[in-house]
């Protein structure tokens, strides 16, 4: 039902980094801009290889180029970010090599602009991993796009995303998962005089509120007066960091103390080493000079592989806040709370109290899920005319709880995906030999099959070219014990994991 925030900033990064993309390309025409793009795409084919450029690349997308920005967009924040962490610099030095008239990238997600200029998104396959980024289509017209706050927007040139209008403390639902996060933001919010807990380091997987409380932190700390920059990960890395760049490090540090709370979402997402540097000075200026800074990630400080070790641990240093899984009573209030805001804009709209209890029964993920599953039953509800019954209410909402199951994995799609990660060959992975170089891969695709199949061991064994079972176990036992103990192969196998279900 709502736009996503993190949407917005997205797309109006993209259009901060590349101003002006959708007017004419400078000094040649589109069909030059689409010619440079094909010779792009085979060259990238050609160094890459075939597995790695279908892996990564088949779904990126040249939008526009303007002003010397050639703006590329793929369908999931996954992708984005995985090109960004692996291949950003490589795209663009074949981009330079290739055509003259671009200097820079900007990589988006597809959905995010196109919604941006009114159109439905494209049905995509979401990642779950993805699901993020992504809103379910409404059922009623979306109110328009909240307008940008003049007071962080004011004199300034370093500007926040703007605040959801709907995202406060009002329409947040307090349960046990989330009443710590709740409860210090709040605090934080409130707090007159330097900063209590700092930063404030709130985790959380997709859709169980952290942005919502962030938005909810902004405005309730605007009300009381405070000055808030609210940046999505997107917003910080094109937005912020070149007017940061633009300044002196004086000028800077005189900006910075025009801030009393800064916000920051997914910095999951932060990649780039100047960047990260950036981000490191940002974090201590901001903490160094008693200004509350909060944080939101998908994970724990520990665990955010991009990020240096001093920034971790400045992130670690002050409160650390995790927003479990919503239980069932959470589930039912949000929903209670929803179906009622819902109702102010179609009043005949009721949903029986049973028919709440079945949803939030069914509907385990997350928030994003129970807003869709509400869109639905506001859908079915005006195209019948009828009331929402048990029945419909579980024929509204069956593709949503079946859309939500994992998606089948084939053991031959890992064995691929695995041989172009680790620039093997399948054949070498079905194969006897024993080097390191192909006996590791081989051990990750085991137990990829393992955890992502419901394949037997034997059977497992089987497909990997007649292998015993034991070796099978071997392999699983041993990726299991490796990604125990080492956090760069854990992350490793947990992004092959969201490739391979998307
Ligand atoms: P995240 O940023 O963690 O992925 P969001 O903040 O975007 O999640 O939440 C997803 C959806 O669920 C939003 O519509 C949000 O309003 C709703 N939601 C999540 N937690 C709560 C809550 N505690 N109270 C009310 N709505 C919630
Ligand atoms: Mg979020």
Redesign the pocket.
């Known amino acids: 039902?709502?736009h996503?925030?993190?949407e917005r900033g997205k797309a109006l990064a993209a259009a901060v980094e590349c101003a002006g993309a959708d007017g004419p390309r400078q000094g040649g025409s589109s069909a030059d801009a689409a010619e440079a793009w094909g010779r792009v795409r085979r060259r990238l084919r050609a160094e890459l290889g075939e597995d790695v450029f279908t892996s990564w690349f088949a779904r990126l997308e040249l939008e526009a180029v303007a002003d010397g920005c050639a703006r590329l967009t793929v369908p999931t924040r996954f992708l984005k970010s995985w090109i960004e962490a692996h291949y950003l610099d490589r795209v663009l030095d074949v981009y330079r090599a290739e055509d003259g008239a671009v200097s820079r990238l900007a990589l988006a997600v597809r959905g995010a602009s196109v919604r941006e200029a009114g159109k439905r998104p494209e049905p995509t396959h979401a990642a779950r991993a993805d699901?993020?980024s992504r809103?379910e289509p409404s059922a009623t017209p979306a109110p328009a796009a909240p307008a940008p706050q003049p007071a962080a927007a004011s004199d300034t040139d370093i500007v926040g995303a703007p605040l959801d209008p709907?995202?406060t403390f009002d329409?947040?639902?307090?349960?046990r998962s989330?009443a710590l996060a709740?409860a210090a933001g709040d605090r934080v919010a409130r707090h007159e005089g330097p900063a209590l807990y700092n930063p404030l380091y709130v985790h959380?997987?997709?859709?169980?509120?952290?942005?919502?409380?962030?938005?909810a932190i902004g405005h309730a700390a605007r009300a009381h007066g405070k000055r808030v920059i609210y940046l999505t990960a997107d917003r910080f890395m094109y937005g912020f960091v070149s007017a940061l760049k633009a300044q002196t490090s004086l000028a800077f540090k005189e900006r910075l103390r025009g801030i009393d709370l800064l916000i920051i979402?997914?910095v999951q997402f932060i990649q780039g080493r100047s960047i990260q540097q950036e981000f490191g000075h940002t974090l201590n200026a901001l903490i160094d000079a008693g200004r509350q800074v909060v944080i939101?990630a998908?994970r724990p400080p520990a665990d955010l592989e991009s990020l240096d070790e001093r920034a971790r641990s400045r992130l670690a240093g002050g409160l650390v806040v995790e927003?479990g899984a919503?239980d069932e009573d959470?589930r039912h209030?949000?929903l209670t709370?929803?179906i009622s805001a819902v109702k102010a804009a179609h009043p005949t709209f009721a949903v029986a109290a049973d028919v709440v209890a079945y949803v939030a029964r069914q509907i385990t993920t997350?928030?994003?899920d129970?807003?869709g599953a509400v869109n639905r039953l506001l859908a079915h509800a005006t195209l019948t005319g009828a009331a929402v019954t048990l029945e419909t209410a579980e024929t509204a909402i069956r593709d949503l709880v079946k859309n939500r199951e994992p998606k089948r994995v084939k053991i031959e799609e890992i064995q691929k995906l695995v041989a172009s990660r680790y620039n093997v060959s399948r054949s070498d992975i079905l194969s006897e030999r024993r080097t390191a170089a192909v006996v590791r891969p081989r051990q990750i695709a085991m137990y990829l099959s393992k955890t992502l199949t419901l394949r037997s061991l034997p059977e497992i064994g089987r497909r990997f070219g007649g292998r015993d079972h034991t070796t099978v176990l071997h392999a699983v036992r041993k990726i299991e014990k490796c990604i125990g103990e080492d956090t760069g192969l854990n992350e490793e196998v947990e992004l092959l994991k969201r490739m391979l279900q998307e």
């Open positions: 039902m709502f996503g925030g993190e699901a993020g809103r709907r995202l329409s947040f639902v307090v349960g989330n709740h959380a997987g997709v859709g169980l509120g952290k942005t919502h409380l962030l938005h979402d997914d939101a998908d927003v919503l959470l209030s949000i709370a929803r997350n928030g994003r129970l807003e």
